[in-house]
């Protein structure tokens, strides 16, 4: 009962931002206009991220859990970049600078530390020794990224979110890190709401909110802070490779496109219509079928990742299964887009 009401307690307050906010987002200029890559129709609001924030950071005090603060500062960081890249469209390196600092907050105020990627190749734990903290930034900066870049079709980051918050909300059930327990809770019932106002669906034909870069930034933090605290320490028992099976499509995608883009001469950060979603889309699938399809896909691997743990499946055999997985995505996706630019596709965002 009391998983269920802090579940249903941030699902509610979301929606109650998300309305509120909504309804303001003109007056604050929180608006994602289409055009260029943009193929939705008319002006949208860039609020659910911002709601999904502004609802935990109002449920987290009640969950009484240690270094709330910290938690909430980190945020607050992020929002903060992210709102103002929503609004005047920043370069990356202010956002990577963002994204590092409120990962030391995690780092020295939480106590959030890679300190080993764990027994990759059969030798032993592998440790980060003193590059823990150089490290632990350069992962989280690429989950956030990776997140950042799925979102470009309706309810697709929103449903990576929601299947990782789950997954390690079981993890952390599982292993009795009742903090992370109820943070995950919240940050489930968070996305849920956003989903609603974002994933097409018989009664939403469009979205009427967008996560926003802020919103993006903010689930990739969270979800990469997570796969850190749920892995790191001596009590815990779920290996850092799984924690990533949770994730591998989205991490799939951002170094697939990153070395295919540099390869192609250009920049890697340089925005095009190669990616996950866009190669769904021009298969034929509607953006609703893209997004549940991914969805589906996303959680097959969550659930390799999580019964790999609980099967007690060797580390090294996770880690070549990943690597496979990934050589085979980047190898499939370059033959998809070879010489293209990517399908020209109604995607929506």
Not at 47 to 71: E, K
Not at 79 to 88: A, C, F, N, P, S
Not at 208 to 235: C, K
């Amino acid at each position: 009962m009391i998983s269920l009401s802090i579940t249903l307690a941030a699902f509610a307050a979301t929606l109650l931002v998300l309305w509120v906010l909504i309804h303001f987002a003109p007056a604050l200029k929180l608006l994602d206009h289409p055009g260029g890559r943009k193929d939705h129709v008319g002006a949208t609001p860039v609020v659910g991220g911002l709601s999904i924030a502004v609802a935990f950071i109002f449920v987290l005090p009640f969950l009484n859990v240690q270094s709330w603060w910290a938690w909430v500062l980190a945020m607050l960081i992020l929002l903060v970049i992210g709102v103002l890249d929503d609004l005047h469209d920043l370069s990356p390196l202010p956002k990577f600078v963002a994204q590092a600092c409120a990962t030391m907050v995690m780092f020295y105020f939480a106590n959030v530390k890679l300190l080993t990627v764990g027994n990759l190749i059969g030798f032993g734990p592998i440790g980060m020794w003193i590059f823990a903290p150089a490290f632990t930034a350069f992962a989280v900066i690429g989950v956030v990224n990776a997140v950042n870049m799925a979102d470009g079709i309706d309810g697709h980051a929103g449903f990576i979110g929601l299947t990782a918050f789950t997954a390690y909300a079981y993890v952390a059930r599982e292993s009795a890190l009742w903090d992370q327990y109820k943070m995950l809770l919240a940050l489930s019932g968070g996305t849920a709401a956003f989903l609603a106002f974002n994933a097409r669906s018989p009664w939403l034909t469009r979205a009427r909110t967008f996560l926003g870069d802020s919103g993006s930034m903010m689930l990739g933090f969270f979800i990469a802070m997570f796969a850190v605290d749920l892995t790191q320490g001596a009590e815990r028992t779920f290996p850092a490779i799984c924690a990533l099976w949770v994730v591998v499509i989205p991490l799939c995608d951002c170094v697939s496109l990153m070395i295919r883009r540099k390869r192609a001469g250009g920049s890697m950060f340089a925005a095009d219509r190669c990616h996950w979603h866009h190669y769904l889309l021009g298969r034929g699938l509607s953006v609703g079928q893209a997004t549940m399809t991914s969805a589906a896909a996303n959680i097959s691997c969550a659930i390799v990742g999580v019964a790999g743990w609980k099967l007690n499946v060797p580390e090294p055999v996770m880690f070549i299964g990943f690597v496979g997985l990934f050589v085979g995505y980047h190898l499939h996706m370059s033959r998809a887009f070879r010489g293209a630019q990517g399908p020209t596709v109604a995607a929506g965002t």
